[in-house]
């Protein structure tokens, strides 16, 4: 059964820093770095979902939304079937959930697009204060 398992959320304030790891578990080590795309989401109260990071099972190419380039970085650890996020410089503005989402890696595959992931985790709450 795949399971992703986000965590490292919390409340900071207005430049701090968080880091966010996502535990993958139900998937083949192979799967895990040749199939699947990585990728972090986030939703705030009142918005659509929106994609913030991804990295690609092959050789490991990041997406970083533009609004966020700079200050945010995703990497992943396949020895401990982990991905995560780094977020440096944070404003109000990042305050939300923040979901990790795993999606098959194919020909015509967009990173950052929400309806390309098949597989979610619960989320993490990112509260940043000013």
């Known amino acids: 059964q795949v399971q992703l398992v986000e965590s490292g959320g919390g409340s900071v304030q207005s430049g701090g820093s968080l880091r966010l790891s996502c535990e993958v578990s139900?998937?083949?080590?192979?799967?895990?770095?040749?199939?699947?795309?990585w990728a972090w989401f986030r939703q705030a109260p009142g918005k659509e979902r929106e994609g913030v990071a991804a990295?690609?099972?092959?050789?490991?190419?990041?997406y970083i939304n533009d609004s966020r380039k700079g200050r945010f970085a995703v990497s992943r650890d396949n020895a401990k079937n982990t991905l995560y996020l780094q977020m440096n410089n944070l404003t109000v503005e990042d305050t939300a959930m923040y979901y990790c989402?795993?999606?098959?890696?194919?020909?015509?595959?967009?990173?950052?697009?929400?309806?390309?992931?098949?597989?979610w985790g619960q989320g993490t709450q990112v509260t940043v204060s000013s």
């Open positions: 989402a795993a999606g098959f890696y194919r020909w015509g595959f967009r990173p950052l697009q929400l309806d390309d992931y098949t597989a």
């Open positions: 139900g998937f083949t080590s192979s799967s895990l770095k040749t199939t699947y795309c």
């Open positions: 990295i690609s099972p092959d050789f490991g190419a990041t």
